[in-house]
């Protein structure tokens, strides 16, 4: 399985971005997904994972209540979006694939795409 993220830029506190992230799996539906997250001189981080169906969702606290993880099988595609941003969840975010059922633990993750950086300035 291959992963690309997209969607990462800058933006002002209190803003949103959306994060994507495409998959080359010809069964994506498979597939539970997670998004992480690395800030500068810190350890890698989960941030929010979603089921093969969609309908089971969990959360990091730092970030309930203003992410929202969702994906379209039809386009094999995982979106996070992230509103209300605030500085410190400036990082560069990854997403990550598992066969079947949700994880928070990185290693419970076999595929990882390549990041892409999120800054929110105050």
């Known amino acids: 399985v291959q992963l690309q993220a997209s969607g990462g830029g800058l933006v002002q506190a209190g803003g949103s971005l959306r994060l994507s992230c495409a998959a080359s799996?010809?069964?994506?539906?498979?597939?539970?997904m997670g998004w992480f997250r690395q800030a500068p001189g810190k350890e890698r981080e989960f941030v929010a994972t979603?089921?093969?169906?969609?309908?089971?969702?969990y959360y990091a606290d730092s970030v309930k209540g203003r992410f929202t993880i969702s994906r379209d099988n039809a386009k094999n595609t995982v979106y996070l979006q992230m509103n209300n941003l605030k500085p410190e969840d400036t990082a560069v975010y990854y997403c990550a694939a598992r066969e079947f059922t949700t994880a928070q633990a990185m290693a419970e993750y076999a595929y990882w795409g390549q990041g892409t950086q999120v800054t929110v300035s105050s």
């Open positions: 979603i089921s093969w169906s969609g309908g089971t969702r």
């Open positions: 799996a010809r069964t994506f539906s498979k597939y539970a």
